[in-house]
T-cell receptor, first 114, second 111 residues
Framework: DAGVIQSPRHEVTEMGQEVTLRCKPISGHNSLFWYRQTMMRGLELLIY????????DSGMPEDRFSAKMPNASFSTLKIQPSEPRDSAVYFCASSLQGAGYGYTFGSGTRLTVV | QKEVEQNSGPLSVPEGAIASLNCTYSDRGSQSFFWYRQYSGKSPELIMF????GDKEDGRFTAQLNKASQYVSLLIRDSQPSDSATYLC???????????FGQGTRLTINP
């Protein structure tokens, strides 16, 4: 089992540019979660999907953020335009069904917006 | 009031001693509670989960839950330097299928 795979591991971009983060969940898992982690705010849930359908996007900070899950094995988180305050580590996590047994995190993408 | 609260630490414990990490939560309807460990620069990894009042043991780790007091704790016996990490408490809020995390407690085990 390859685990949850995220790419890229690191991303440095200039303010105003579009950033796309990618995630491949564990095969067979039908719930996918995007979190953001900063020193100030800790781990914050941005959005989660069940069976490829967005269930709760209340954590998405603003319209600059969007997420898609076109199929069971792929999801993207896009920021357009990016701002320095978006700098954080973005984690993707997946689980078999909801959060009842916890979930498995990917290695994360460290985003720096300059 | 935050949904999940932890003392940010740092908590310093001598090697071989018991480390005690604490967490409180605000939603009385919460049913499921989790402890994650996060090494610096790494992703969180699940250590234990607990659903029922009382203690749950797994090796050197014991999770304790007291729903009446809205309190969950993690004990690490025979602490090792490799246990030095940030420990995150997480709760499933009633009616939702998502984990809400505390800020984490940074634990250092001193040789």
């Amino acid at each position: 089992d390859a685990g949850v795979i995220q790419s890229p591991r690191h991303e440095v971009t200039e303010m105003g540019q579009e950033v796309t983060l990618r995630c491949k969940p564990i095969s067979g898992h039908n719930s996918l979660f995007w979190y953001r982690q900063t020193m100030m705010r800790g781990l914050e849930l941005l959005i989660y999907f069940n069976n490829n359908v967005p269930i709760d996007d209340s954590g998405m900070p603003e319209d600059r953020f969007s997420a898609k899950m076109p199929n069971a094995s792929f999801s993207t988180l896009k920021i357009q335009p990016s701002e320095p305050r978006d700098s954080a580590v973005y984690f993707c996590a997946s689980s078999l069904q909801g959060a009842g047994y916890g979930y498995t995190f990917g290695s994360g993408t460290r985003l720096t917006v300059v | 009031q935050k949904e999940v609260e932890q003392n940010s630490g740092p908590l310093s414990v001598p090697e071989g001693a018991i480390a005690s990490l604490n967490c409180t939560y605000s939603d009385r309807g919460s049913q499921s509670f989790f402890w994650y460990r996060q090494y610096s620069g790494k992703s969180p990894e699940l250590i234990m989960f607990i659903y029922s009042n009382g203690d749950k043991e797994d090796g050197r780790f014991t999770a304790q839950l007291n729903k009446a007091s809205q309190y969950v704790s993690l004990l690490i016996r025979d602490s090792q330097p490799s246990d030095s990490a940030t420990y995150l408490c997480a709760v499933i809020i009633q009616g939702a299928q998502k984990l809400v995390f505390g800020q984490g407690t940074r634990l250092t085990i001193n040789p």
